[in-house]
């Protein structure tokens, strides 16, 4: 399993990479190759050049910019694991990362190759979508923002132009004081693609309400999908069980699972709702640490 | 001979593995890892079609492309070569390393492109363009059986390559005089051991010596005379460098193919070629594939659940073409009745062909699926009955005092005492803690079942399923043999003539030896001679090296021994029952302080001829080779033989966890008591049964070779093909117990399949231990997540008893 | 391209494609032949080296990539010829290998596992070896090998008793 021959550039700035690409000569970017690689060996993908970004320090980075966190397309997947920042204003990604395949893969994968690559099973990209995280490209010298939501268009494929570059994400920052994350999903082994996945971030009043929920799910849909209406179904209400199950029904009732080798749709629309539940029981224990279980 | 109460020296003490010290260092000498200058490599060509007519092959796109030295076809490799060997006759049923004329499943390998690397040789193969005009192609096993379906291979009329049914004992009249019946239908599905290093062979011809080198990762019978055969030459032009290092097995590498095909091409082209099968070649075209059978099983039994008598009806597709894995419906034979008192037996067993990649050897040689088979049966009758399912094993089960125990189709048990391990394992578990447990978990809403398994591991090996299958075939010969050289120096060395994949066969005989001579095993050389150097041996199948290679082992250092012990007697003047052996030493019974030491004797032996015994030959080296004990039979006209020598048993007691909701399995607590007689290397028979049960574990949860209807193989990367990591492997408790073989020197058993011979079914029990309640059972494997999960809903929102898959 | 690499503490200079990966590159042309393709699409492990101490799987990486990292592959890792590194001799010590094509990247994988965390739990050490596929010892040898390793490593830095 050997790639096709390719031609292979390092530029050493941002701008000479997006040069490089702007040249159309069927040139493909690549950081980590996590993904890329395995393609390239069973000759699925077959670029005639490519254009290494993964040591751009320019592009690796974990900032707070105004109420979002910037994350650079070519931080490690690894340093996203332990970054203090992320753990503290984006806990939702945290809580993500170690679902992440395996250490050796976030060893060497970037954050901006996970979700360029678009697998409809991808951690990352349920987390961008449910927090609806903003990404951000660069198209010649063009710089181009779009809402994760629009950035998947299907599974494996994204907006982005073969001539541009992932160049950061934006995570807007909740303020609430008390936030809670869950993240479940369920494969066949741990740190397989996912069948079926879920996150939620909830943010609670002090009276224990919920004051604000982020919902999505992975693996389910070609792409991952956040759940607007199940948030907003649950805004200000205390969490119950018969309550809550009642509404992941509704708020699954019109999806459209995929079905595969793996797993039917119905399994898919089923392992949803309770990796939903699972999700969002989790996000609100750990956002009161004091509180009883919800009944 | 076996020695039972005896405490050993060395033998059953927990010593180092020697072979693991070249590995921890990586240097380990695989396949891939020997270089020869020169060396050119191969990449395939694969049909993608199930089944084609090959119209044309054009390659000349290819052979213009730098680098590019060769592309072979079909029609020329089987002009210079013979058919591959087939177990069963078959004359009709050819197969070659490439296709000819007709391409018969999705990855078969159609054309080879010989390049100065394999990149270039897979740029290459991708430019070879190959007109196919597709044909009607089966994938089922029992639509392959069904006489309308499209033959895989016209000249042989039918998909049909065995049907024979065997009847031993009075069937009929048991069933009549039984009170209870019942038959199910069991599916084993496709998986294999699919070993992490892949098939890798590099072929060498020096045409002026006329031997063809040939290093290869191999685990197989008589391969170095069948590559000679293929190749039409000489079995003394082969020469297979037996101390390659393989990197797994467990039956699949066997080949036979690739080597005749960079054979053929090292004789043409003049210099090395070398394949390594990438793992897309591996999973597709490496003809590496396991058992998928259909088990229609039949029983009949009394109000206590005693079986009498049973029906087993087994179909294996074996894919596109067969050399010896139809055999793996005869060597269960030799087990038919697993561990228990069944009185007759009627077997009916069916090899068909279907468009699918070729099957091959699988560890335990088709015992995994058909004691599975046998424990779903067992656990049906007790369901029936009402009975407990420990119970009725209990009642079933040979006893200590009735071996050696013959069973209806003439294989005899040597020995067991399968109520004994049962009954440790059930203490070790602390069974009724093992039962709150699970009812505990129930009580949390899981659904927990306890599952449990009781079978055989018939070790030794040998193959009379061969006459029994195909009668053309009178082969009563099954050796293993090994040579002990002491040198002038007094050093021994001692010899193993086949490759070894992780089963620690220098250990083992190094142990061995030192047991006999008294002497420190770390002080045995092992060398592997190649092929031409070596004695006749039958490689590691069958779990039969501990037994075959200990016993050969064995009785050339008895015979090293009774040399030393004369030459020292007769130098010594006294007779030689007055001679005492001692630590390599010998003593005179009757003045103990006189005596000769090892190195007197070994340099009279060597260089005093003037004092050795009359007719001696001078020098110390012995051979034995052993044939398998208890064999040397052709089988009865009823079909009736003696299979293999030795029987281990092994007993497993899981408890398993499902998620309700999502339908994922878990094991929260994993026991296995293991009788393998005399344990001859307690780290390597552990590791044995740990790795067997995690590849169990992979044949019943997360493996299988899926086909779509369109004949294409889902599973062809491990992005599909699901291995288990160390997180789908519970820790294991293993309890073990000691029933000596009367046949084997040291009285041991084989433990090379153990583990995996009794995972599949333990955990098919507890899943239908678990599911009970729903009214659920599973009668397939693998059991997926998925699958699990959609039973479940659909027996919650139905609430149906009896629903079975 | 030409591309300088730093194995084991020593810098070699190769010409190779772009396409060659690293693992090929340390096989073919440095003749480090303790790496092993399994896969070669980064699911079994058996190809794992240490980048700048780090497990990587080499199989998913191009040599050029590598151009200037610190590899650690593993015929680093014997102190010296004929003797065994701690873990290389826990390893032994449990029988944590069968046919031994997977042990050196298990190996590597302790040695970084071990290198950061001294004291890991069962849990630790299974989640840090879960990436290597064994298909001979169903993992537990492995898993006694690299608790007995880091127990012989604690046990080392303990003060000797006083009698």
């Known amino acids: 399993m050997k790639p096709a021959p390719f031609k292979y550039a390092r530029p050493a700035s941002l701008d000479a990479a997006c040069a490089m690409l702007a040249q159309g000569d069927d040139a493909r970017l690549i950081a980590g190759g996590q993904t890329l690689v395995p393609l390239m060996a069973m000759r699925l993908a077959r670029p005639k050049r490519l254009i290494d970004i993964g040591r751009l320090a320019e592009l690796a980075f974990v900032r707070r910019e105004d109420d979002a966190v910037a994350i650079g397309a070519t931080t490690k997947q690894c340093v996203l694991e332990h970054d203090p920042l992320v753990r503290s204003q984006v806990p939702l990604l945290a809580k993500a990362m170690p679902f992440v395949g395996h250490a050796p893969i976030r060893a060497r994968g970037t954050f901006g190759g996970s979700l360029a690559n678009a697998d409809p099973a991808a951690e990352i990209a349920l987390v961008a979508v449910t927090l609806g995280a903003t990404i951000v490209y660069r198209d010649g010298s063009e710089l181009i923002a779009v809402s994760a939501a629009e950035f998947f268009t299907g599974p494996m494929t994204t907006v982005l132009p073969p001539s541009a570059?992932?160049?950061?994400?934006?995570?807007?920052?909740?303020?609430?004081?008390?936030?809670?994350?869950?993240?479940?999903?369920?494969?066949?082994r741990r740190s397989d693609f996912a069948f079926a996945s879920a996150a939620a971030q909830i943010a609670l009043d002090e009276d224990g309400t919920c004051a604000r929920l982020a919902l999505g799910i992975g693996a389910i849909t070609p792409v991952p999908r956040r759940l607007d209406a199940l948030g907003e179904m649950l805004k200000g209400k205390r969490m119950e069980e018969k309550r809550l199950r009642a509404a992941i029904a509704a708020a699954l009732a019109d999806i459209d699972p995929l079905s595969d080798l793996h797993a039917s749709a119905d399994y898919r629309r089923r392992a949803a709702a309770t990796l939903l539940f699972r999700a969002i029981t989790d996000a609100y224990q750990t956002a009161q640490p004091h509180a009883r279980h919800a009944s | 001979m076996s020695n039972t109460a005896k405490a050993f020296r060395f033998i059953s003490t927990d010593r180092r593995v020697r072979e693991d010290r070249r590995f921890v260092v990586g240097k380990g000498r695989f396949a891939a890892d020997v270089a020869l200058p020169d060396t050119r490599h191969v990449a395939l060509v694969a049909c993608p079609h199930p089944a084609a007519r090959i119209l044309s092959i054009h390659t000349s796109e290819a052979l213009a492309m730098p680098g590019v030295r060769y592309v072979l076809g079909g029609r020329e490799l089987a002009a210079a070569t013979q058919p591959l060997l087939a177990g069963l006759d078959t004359p009709k049923v050819m197969r070659r390393p490439l296709a000819v004329d007709v391409a018969r499943y999705a990855g078969e390998w159609v054309a080879a492109v010989v390049a100065d690397t394999r990149a270039i040789a897979e740029d290459a193969a991708e430019r070879v363009q190959v007109d196919y005009a597709p044909l009607p192609f089966v994938l089922d096993g029992e639509a392959a059986f069904a006489p309308e379906s499209p033959a895989v291979h016209a000249d042989h009329g039918s998909n049909v390559l065995l049907d024979r049914t065997f009847t031993w004992?009075?069937?009929?009249?048991?069933?009549?005089?039984?009170?209870?019946?019942?038959?199910?239908?069991?599916?084993?599905?496709?998986?294999?051991?699919?070993?992490?290093?892949?098939?890798?062979?590099?072929?060498?011809?020096?045409?002026?010596?006329?031997?063809?080198?040939?290093?290869?990762?191999?685990?197989m019978p008589r391969f170095p005379d069948q590559v000679a055969l293929a190749l039409k030459l000489p079995g003394s032009s082969v020469r297979v460098h037996n101390d390659v290092d393989v990197g797994g097995s467990y039956g699949v590498k066997r080949g036979i193919k690739h080597a005749v095909l960079v054979g053929y091409l090292t004789r043409r082209l003049g210099f090395p070629v070398r394949l390594v099968?990438?793992?897309?070649?591996?999973?597709?075209?490496g003809d590496g594939h396991g058992p998928e059978r259909n088990f229609d099983v039949e029983v009949a039994f009394d109000e206590r659940g005693v079986i009498r008598s049973m029906k087993l009806r087994a179909l294996d597709n074996v894919g596109a073409y067969a050399g010896r894995s139809p055999f793996q419906l005869g060597k269960p034979i030799g087990a038919i009745v697993g561990p228990y008192r069944i009185n007759s037996v009627e077997y009916r067993a069916i090899a068909v062909t279907s468009n699918k990649t070729v099957q091959e050897a699988v560890r335990a040689f088709g015992q995994s699926p058909t004691n599975y088979a046998i424990e779903r049966a067992v656990e049906e009758v007790a369901r029936?009955?009402?009975?407990?399912?420990?119970?009725?094993?209990?009642?079933?089960?040979?006893?200590?005092?009735?071996?050696?125990?013959?069973?209806?189709?003439?294989?005899?048990?040597?020995?067991?005492?399968?109520?004994?391990?049962?009954?440790?394992?059930?203490?070790?578990?602390?069974?009724?803690?093992?039962?709150?447990?699970?009812?505990?978990?129930?009580?949390?809403?899981?659904?927990?079942?306890?599952?449990?398994?009781?079978?055989?591991?018939?070790?030794?090996?040998?193959?009379?399923?061969?006459?029994?299958?195909?009668p053309k075939n009178e082969t009563t010969t099954y050796v293993e043999s090994c040579r002990i050289h002491v040198d002038v120096s007094g050093a021994v060395t001692t010899t193993i003539h086949t490759l070894s994949s992780g089963q620690g066969h220098e250990t083992l005989v190094a142990s061995a030896i030192g047991e006999v001579l008294e002497i420190d095993p770390d002080r045995i050389r092992v060398v592997r001679p190649d092929s031409l150097a070596s004695l006749p041996s039958q490689s590691p199948v069958g779990s039969r090296m501990a037994i075959m290679l200990g016993g050969a082992a064995f009785h050339a250092a008895q015979k090293l021994k009774e040399r030393l012990i004369a030459i020292a007697a007769h130098d010594l003047k006294i007779p030689a029952e007055q001679a005492v052996y001692h630590g390599g030493d010998v003593f005179d019974r009757s003045r103990p302080q006189i005596g000769r030491s090892w190195a007197e004797v070994v340099t009279i032996a060597h260089r005093h001829f003037h004092r050795l015994p009359p007719a001696t030959e001078p020098g110390l080296a012995f051979t034995h080779v052993l044939q398998v004990p208890t064999g040397g039979s052709l089988p009865t006209a009823d079909g009736r033989v003696q299979m293999y020598p030795c029987f281990a048993f092994e007993f497993h007691l899981i408890l398993l966890a499902i998620d309700p909701d999502l339908g994922k399995a878990e094991i929260k607590r994993y026991l296995v008591g293991h009788d393998c007689g005399t344990v001859i290397n307690p780290k390597i028979v552990r590791g044995m049964t740990l790795g067997g049960i995690a590849h169990g574990i992979g044949a019943s949860l997360y493996e299988e070779f899926a086909y779509n209807a369109d004949g294409q193989l889902l599973a062809q990367s491990f992005m599909d093909y699901l291995l288990p990591s160390a997180h789908e492997i519970p820790p294991v408790e293993i309890v073990h117990h000691v029933t000596p073989s009367p046949h084997t020197v040291f009285g041991q058993k084989g433990s090379g399949e153990s583990g995996y011979l009794g995972a599949p079914g333990a955990i098919a029990s507890a899943v239908n231990d678990a599911l009970a309640p729903l009214g659920l059972v599973v009668n397939s494997l693998p059991i997926k997540i998925a699958q699990l999960g959609d039973m479940i809903a659909a027996a919650r929102s139905k609430a149906t008893p009896g629903e079975r898959i | 391209?030409?591309?300088?690499?730093?194995?084991?503490?020593?810098?070699?200079?190769?010409?190779?494609?772009?396409?060659?990966?690293?693992?090929?590159?340390?096989?073919?042309?440095?003749?480090?032949?303790?790496?092993?393709?399994?896969?070669?699409?980064?699911?079994?492990?058996?190809?794992?080296?240490?980048?700048?101490?780090?497990?990587?799987?080499?199989?998913?990486?191009?040599?050029?990539?590598?151009?200037?990292?610190?590899?650690?592959?593993?015929?680093?890792?014997?102190?010296?010829?004929?003797?065994?590194?701690?873990?290389?001799?826990?390893f032994c010590e449990t029988h944590a290998m069968q046919c031994g094509y997977c042990t050196p990247a298990m190996i590597l994988t302790a040695h970084a596992l071990l290198a950061g965390n001294p004291a890991p739990t069962r849990a630790e050490i299974v989640e840090a070896i879960s990436a290597n596929i064994c298909r001979c010892t169903g993992y537990a040898q492995i898993i006694e090998a690299v608790a007995l390793a880091a127990d012989r490593m604690r046990g080392l830095n303990q003060p000797a008793a006083r009698t």
Request: aromatic letters at 6%.
């Open chain 1, 165 to 188: 570059c992932l160049t950061c994400a934006r995570f807007p920052v909740w303020r609430e004081a008390r936030l809670g994350v869950g993240f479940h999903e369920i494969n066949a």
């Open chain 2, 169 to 219: 004992g009075e069937v009929e009249r048991d069933f009549a005089q039984s009170p209870h019946h019942l038959s199910l239908r069991v599916k084993w599905g496709r998986s294999s051991t699919v070993p992490v290093e892949t098939f890798a062979v590099l072929a060498s011809w020096d045409p002026w010596r006329e031997i063809l080198d040939v290093f290869a990762s191999v685990q």
């Open chain 2, 277 to 285: 099968e990438d793992r897309l070649e591996n999973m597709r075209g």
């Open chain 2, 384 to 470: 029936h009955r009402g009975l407990d399912r420990l119970e009725v094993r209990r009642r079933n089960l040979i006893s200590a005092e009735e071996f050696p125990y013959r069973i209806p189709s003439g294989t005899t048990y040597d020995s067991g005492d399968y109520h004994a391990v049962i009954d440790k394992v059930l203490a070790r578990a602390d069974y009724a803690d093992l039962i709150a447990e699970r009812d505990r978990l129930r009580g949390d809403g899981l659904l927990a079942g306890i599952g449990m398994a009781a079978c055989l591991e018939p070790s030794g090996a040998n193959s009379t399923f061969e006459p029994l299958l195909n």
């Open chain 3, 1 to 90: 391209m030409r591309l300088e690499l730093s194995v084991n503490g020593s810098i070699h200079v190769v010409e190779v494609e772009p396409r060659m990966s690293l693992l090929d590159c340390l096989r073919e042309r440095l003749l480090l032949t303790g790496a092993h393709a399994g896969c070669e699409h980064g699911v079994c492990g058996a190809c794992t080296v240490l980048l700048d101490g780090v497990p990587v799987r080499s199989c998913l990486m191009f040599a050029v990539q590598a151009d200037g990292c610190a590899i650690t592959t593993i015929e680093g890792i014997a102190p010296g010829p004929g003797e065994l590194s701690l873990i290389q001799d826990a």
